[in-house]
């Protein structure tokens, strides 16, 4: 289905204004909540989905045979324009982290706090739903990264979650982006969980001023971590026994992976995070291209990340 036309028509935008809710496929509804922020409800035979359109911000995704759901956001999370959610799956574009020169652009990129627009909604042959996104050409973005590019997400739910991001330049110059899915797992406990799947790499350590180790045994958590891991191009697990459950994340187009637990003293100082313990229930594992790894893309060329997220349970 091409939804090209959606935003564009005025009778459709006042449907939405005033009706709060469109729908845009069988299994796809579009709504609007007070301060105006639009989001995709998706509910499919396999899996409900909830997708902000600022963003391109997938908040939710639970498969149907699941108890848990797979994706943590914040409960005070913040529904503004213009700021990113806590939760979910922000995508960090065009840069991760600060901007190098100039810090009254947005951390982690603008991508995370500006519109995008369906551009199409289908459903795939196993009965998942498939919903691609570019992202608008805002003054805001504009302001930020000044030369032509398109940024397309495919953002795939079913029994497993799926997201793409292309970047196409259209300038006549080659350029660099750095980027990330940073992605919030839900956990029983920091306590309870390992994440395998890093051994043997070389990471660069936040928490130390960025010094350089290798990793030699699978992650486990006692305190603030964040630590980038370069030229890694694997899958990870993140093996969860107080939820019985591995959560698969794989990928291509990516030789970073971030991992990033606040604790609680950092948790404490972000207005975001929710109630005192609930940076407990959480983990990021973040499918990236940063620092060593950062993208040169072509004039006219196109660069994918993709992840995918499969839950087993044990
Ligand atoms: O608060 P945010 O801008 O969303 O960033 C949250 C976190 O993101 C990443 O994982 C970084 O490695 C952390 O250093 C940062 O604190």
Known sequence: MNTETLEASPLDANTLQTKKRLKLHAHVMQTQDESGLQYLEVDNPLCTARIALQGAHVMAWQPKFLVQPVLWLSSN???VKGRSIRGGVPICW???????????????????????????????PTGATRIMLEMA????????????????ATITVGRRLRVDLATTNQADHP?????????????????????????????????LKYERHVEHNPLTFDGEFDR??????????VHDKGYNRLIHVSKSGSDTTVVWSPGAEKSAQMADMGAPDE????????????????????????????????????
């Not at 919030?184 to 928490?207: E, F, H, P, R, W």
């Not at 950062?294 to 196109?302: D, S, W």
């Open 137 to 152: 050409d805002t003054p805001e973005a504009k302001r930020q990264l000044s030369y032509p590019y398109t940024l397309v």
């Open 77 to 79: 999370a913040r529904y």
């Open 228 to 237: 980038v891991f370069i030229n890694h191009s694997s899958d990870c697990t």
């Open 279 to 314: 940076w407990r229930k959480m983990v990021c594992v973040e499918t990236t291209n940063a620092m060593d790894n950062m993208v040169v893309i072509n004039p006219g060329r196109t660069h994918v990340i993709s992840a995918e997220y499969a839950v087993e349970t044990l």
């Open 94 to 124: 065009p840069w991760f982290g600060a901007h190098p020169t100039d810090s009254t652009f947005c951390p982690h990129g603008f991508a995370r706090v500006i519109p995008w627009r369906v551009i199409d909604v289908d459903a795939t």
């Open 175 to 207: 350029f660099v982006i750095s980027e990330a899915f940073h992605t919030y797992l839900n956990i029983s406990d920091i306590a309870n969980v390992k994440i395998t799947g890093l051994q043997d790499c070389v990471y660069s350590d936040k928490m």
